[in-house]
T-cell receptor, first 114, second 115 residues
Framework: GDSVTQMEGPVTLSEEAFLTINCTYT??????LFWYVQYPGEGLQLLLK?????DKGSNKGFEATYRKETTSFHLEKGSVQVSDSAVYFC?????????????FGAGTQVVVTP | SAVISQKPSRDICQRGTSLTIQCQVD?????MFWYRQQPGQSLTLIAT?????????ESGFVIDKFPISRPNLTFSTLTVSNMSPEDSSIYLC????????????FGPGTRLTVL
């Protein structure tokens, strides 16, 4: 079945550092890919998405490119801020799944220090 | 987008009791889902709430333990029955406005602690 694998956390960075969170997936066909963010004490928010190969999703300085050849959707940000401290979830929605069910990765906690 | 509210936002319950969580959306939506997020874990789909019919449960989840209602296109409830400490989790409602948007939106979650 479909699955998502994320790099383990926590990832601890200094402010203005470069952030990369690796995400790879297993799925049949052409899934849609998502990054969600969960700030402390809050629910999930959609950060960005990509629905086909080579698409780049971007939002709030974060970017991720849908790489079909490597089955990856790595999240990057060039200069993180303390306010980016959160848990980040990679997720996919299978192309054959008409019910919209999302498969989530384990989540990666990011801690940004001043 | 969609604005989703959940009630209660948190609760502390005694073992053996039941709690009903409400999810309200600001517009009609096709699909509504219920997820569980156990402490320090990722999200696991419990079931899809179908309007006008029985919910569709994922493997490992049963209707007797997690009965779900979906009386209309903007509202759903999840009941956690006969609770035990292992049910302590965040329960999240999410909605999908249709395949054309390809995006799922989440409510703020209900943080449940069972003593």
């Amino acid at each position: 079945g479909d699955s998502v694998t994320q790099m383990e956390g926590p990832v601890t960075l200094s402010e203005e550092a470069f952030l990369t969170i690796n995400c790879t997936y297993t799925a049949t066909g052409y899934p849609s890919l998502f990054w969600y963010v969960q700030y402390p004490g809050e629910g999930l928010q959609l950060l960005l998405k990509a629905t086909k190969a080579d698409d780049k999703g971007s939002n709030k300085g974060f970017e991720a490119t849908y790489r079909k050849e490597t089955t990856s959707f790595h999240l990057e940000k060039g200069s993180v801020q303390v306010s980016d401290s959160a848990v980040y979830f990679c997720a996919l929605r299978g192309s054959t799944d008409s019910w919209g069910k999302l498969q989530f990765g384990a989540g990666t906690q990011v801690v940004v220090t001043p | 987008s969609a604005v989703i509210s959940q009630k209660p936002s948190r609760d502390i319950c005694q073992r053996g009791t039941s709690l009903t969580i409400q999810c309200q959306v600001d517009s009609q939506v096709t699909m509504m889902f219920w997820y569980r997020q156990q402490p320090g874990q990722s999200l696991t789909l419990i079931a899809t709430a179908n309007q006008g019919s029985e919910a569709t449960y994922e493997s490992g989840f049963v209707i007797d333990k997690f009965p779900i209602s979906r009386p209309n296109l903007t509202f759903s409830t999840l009941t956690v029955s006969n609770m035990s400490p292992e049910d302590s989790s965040i329960y999240l409602c999410s909605v999908d406005k249709g395949l054309s948007t390809d995006t799922q939106y989440f409510g703020p979650g209900t943080r449940l602690t069972v003593l």
